[in-house]
């Protein structure tokens, strides 16, 4: 979408349709008042993704449900070729919340929904998914689930080796909602042209700036290390300051200054330790080890890879200067995923005939998505909704119907653009 | 003792003795090869005591067990008056080495032994005791337990209101070992002039020295802190790092800077982080809370409230400026005690000649002791033998039979010029 092109007609959706399709799948699963109870493969999922599917039919989809369980709705275009796809996931965390995932299926349902009503075919084919597994909350190394199976990122062993909190196998899961583990590579998709994911924000960027809707340009990249320094336990009052090897005066070192770094660096890095263990965590001897967790994140590549260097180089030094041990061992590592220019823009002109006074932000996702693995076969791009107090991963998560609507009626108007 | 009297005669001991006494009291609660697992009132403990009971007798003092078990040899002085006193405790860690309290007790009669012997009945009385309990192993508020009871700080409630891990009374371990609870403040002394105690250092100054020996000047003051940081959980990614509260960015500015504030302050100020309790302590999540303790220690008083102002200054300035909760909590505070010079006086030049070679240093305890309690009632001083390696509070603990003798030498001879 260049941006010579003249600005497009706002496509409006139905309120009361959103509202009323977002609180029936907030049902299925659902944990006290606000919250939801939806892991992969349970009753309340399986019943999600069919009430989802009879949605996706009534709306004049054509319907299929894929080799892990993701489902499909597709509107047929007139002239074929690769198709744009969006849509977002239905599992939930334990308990999660009625927006995260849900709000991006509702959503690319109802936009596909109404540019069928409203302007008939498109010329490109659309399509909405409602992929199987995102959050890990089952099983926990089976995250992306759905969308890794539609890039081929899993491999045949992997479902009898992916276990459950509960030791099951992912693949025993798959059988109890007759899904046959052995055919996940079916899955498998190379006909997509695009996929444009709408998401809560699930972070408070958007409220601070009062925006209901923002375009991200990139989603983060990470690294994330287990830090384990080790010293001498010794004596509270008997051990001298200057004969020390305090692991815990090391550790707050290093803390102190990983986080100030990305400070320092602004939005969109961070840094968090959101995890010490202290051995032997009394309070009058001086601790033998602390270990301790670093996660930093950045979404453009070389400024992952300066703030990364920072950190190590940091952890490094410390431990050297005060004589310590250390074992530094990466846990997981993802690099960023950049959202195409072309959607960007596309997504950016849509918000801007959509949401009337104040500008659209654009920016970082700091969270992971589908859409970055979704990234590895076509372009992808993202839109965030409005999460009030940027709460997530918990019942209290919200979005203003006002905001949803919004948010769907952006990715609504980009679809027009770019598919008709 | 003035420091212009004549250097005194160095008074020697039988090391077999000492060796010998040590390895018995040792086999009383033994622990794998070299610890001891002895809590107070325990069998172990009982036997433990009624041994030295017996060593006191055959050694020609005159014997008393008081109301707590405290257990105590007198040598009679030919002129009467206050007696001057040593010793230390006979209860372990569990397990704890052979020589933390067992040494004092130990070395305390070998002195008043070879002094009877070698030169006869003093001039003032000199008594030994072997305190009942000082380490709070079996009940967590009963420290100084013999100790408190000698300077009659136990009140009457306190036996049946101080509970053990196991959620008994004190009260009832007292009746095991035929102790009357009801009676604890008979233990009471008033007729005390002097209390000398002979310890290991717990510490790793006199190794690193190369002092068999050394005088302690004064026993620590301390001050214990739990300091509770209250922030806000958010998502490791999706939380831009200015709009954070984040307590684990507090907590380690503040570790960071009562650390440094205590080594930059030299020797003999310490401070200590040794417990912190993050929530929920999980990888991606911003904590909400982070908890910690904070152990200051300074044996100068004037020092000491400037180490803990700065310290409390830089806790709250921390928590305000970045818009944290905080919660401080002071759990125990301890004023500082200085040994009496004359006494450290009659020590060094005790341990001038009891030392050939080298000097002998001086050096504040940083660890509390039962001569802080006794400094209530009468003046005190402390002597501290080499600890291999600085350990204490686990088997591994270890003093060489020679510093063990010059340390006993040492109080031999200072005992011999206070009493005859």
Do not use: K
């Not at 260049?2 to 659902?30: I, M, N, Q, Y």
């Not at 977002?88 to 334990?94: E, F, G």
């Not at 372009?379 to 119907?401: D, I, Q």
């Amino acid at each position: 979408m260049p941006s010579s092109a003249p600005p497009p007609e706002p496509v409006r959706v139905e309120p009361r349709l959103v509202e009323r399709w977002l609180a029936e799948l907030a049902r299925h699963g659902a944990h006290g008042e606000t919250g939801v109870w939806r892991p992969v493969y349970s009753p309340a999922w399986a019943a999600a993704q069919a009430t989802i599917a009879g949605w996706f039919a009534e709306s004049g989809l054509a319907v299929r449900r894929d080799a892990v369980g993701n489902v499909w709705g597709r509107l047929e275009g007139r002239t074929g070729g690769p198709a744009i796809a969006t849509g977002s996931h239905v599992d939930s965390q334990l308990p999660g919340g009625r927006f995260d995932g849900a709000l991006g299926v509702v959503g690319g349902l109802v936009a596909l929904r109404t540019l069928a009503e409203r302007y008939g075919p498109p010329r490109r084919p659309l399509e909405v998914v409602a992929f199987c597994e995102e959050e890990a909350s089952r099983f926990p190394t089976a995250n992306f689930w759905g969308s890794r199976a539609v890039i081929g990122r899993i491999d045949s062993e992997e479902p009898e080796r992916t276990l459950g909190f509960d030791g099951a196998p992912i693949a025993a899961a798959m059988r109890e909602v007759w899904l046959d583990p052995t055919r996940v590579a079916e899955a498998r998709r190379d006909d997509l042209a695009a996929f444009i994911e709408l998401h809560s924000e699930q972070g408070p960027i958007l409220e601070q700036t009062g925006a209901p809707v923002g375009v991200v340009t990139g989603i983060t990249g990470y690294r994330q290390w287990t830090v384990e320094l080790t010293g001498t336990a010794n004596h509270a009052g008997a051990c001298p300051m200057d004969l020390r090897r305090d692991p815990m005066a090391g550790a707050a070192e290093i803390v102190a200054g990983v986080i100030d770094a990305a400070a320092r660096r602004g939005r969109p890095a961070v840094t968090t330790v959101g995890r010490m263990v202290v051995a032997p965590n009394l309070r009058s001897v001086v601790p033998a080890t602390v270990g301790f967790t670093v996660d930093a994140r950045h979404p453009d590549p070389a400024a992952l890879r300066s703030l990364l260097a920072a950190h190590e180089e940091l952890i490094r030094g410390v431990a050297a200067r005060r004589g310590l041990g250390l074992a530094l061992r990466v846990d997981s590592d993802r690099i960023p995923c950049p959202c195409q220019p072309p959607l960007v823009a596309a997504l950016r002109a849509a918000a801007a005939v959509v949401v009337s006074g104040g500008g659209v932000p654009e920016l970082a996702s700091g969270a992971v998505h589908d859409a970055q693995q979704m990234a590895a076969i076509c372009p992808v791009a993202m839109l965030f909704v409005r999460s009030r107090g940027g709460l997530s991963h918990t019942p209290e998560e919200f979005s203003s119907l006002d905001d949803c609507v919004a948010g769907i009626e952006t990715l609504a108007t980009a679809l027009r653009a770019l598919a008709y």
